[in-house]
């Protein structure tokens, strides 16, 4: 890991640009609290920063997983969830209920998924949880998250999984944060890793200028201290200026945790 001052640290990843992104994050680029309509897709700005994981059996990659989704209307999708519990993994709610498509009907799991296999296997998921108010209606955007349960421990007792954790806004400016998912955009789809310092922080979402794209959805924003990674927001989205995750606050961890 790279250790530096402004909290946190990078994950060490072959072809990533850990100086620019340590000093990417130290100029704000968007203004706080950014009309919410404005998130809807991933982006890429700029030079595209993202790098395959090589090994994906390693931790933490292991316990990231990539998702297969098909929905009511018969429309399918590829998406991201992490492994926060032996058998409960986090991920964006539009994952789960898409807006178009109406309630994901079935969810495979594929933990660590490099392009070619799933090393560790694929499962069914047992069930999904959403706020209410998003499964009724795929909105507001603050209640873009949810969890995937699955019937048996084995692959998270197997994988390790994320810690959780709510931060104060002082303790998350200027950290230095990392994702890593599952984007639509490459082939073979595998892990593609990113990170850099938090840009901005409001009450419900954290904002980055580091690059994701579409089946990035889902994926944990996380903190690495030392041994432990902590992940602090779930990414949904973004516009032509900064991505964006579901910060998770007091409310969105008793959410998660009622589930493990």
Known sequence: MNETNGGGSLEIVPGFDAYRARNAGLVLQTAPGAPSEDFRTESVFGPDGRVPVPDTTA???RCIALLTITYQSGATARGTGWFYGPRTLGTAGHNLRHAKHGRATSILVSPGWNGAAAPFGTFAAASIHCHPTWLANAGPDNLDFGVITLNDPMPGQRLGWFGIAAYDSNQLLPLLVNVCGYPGDRNPRTQYFNGGRLHDVTSEFLMYPFDT???MSGSPIFALFKDQRIVVGIHTGGTN??????????SLYEFLTQFL
Do not use: C, F, S, T
């Open 59 to 61: 931790l933490p990659w």
């Open 213 to 215: 794209e579409v089946g």
């Open 241 to 250: 200026q900064v991505n964006r995750a579901r910060r998770i606050d007091a």
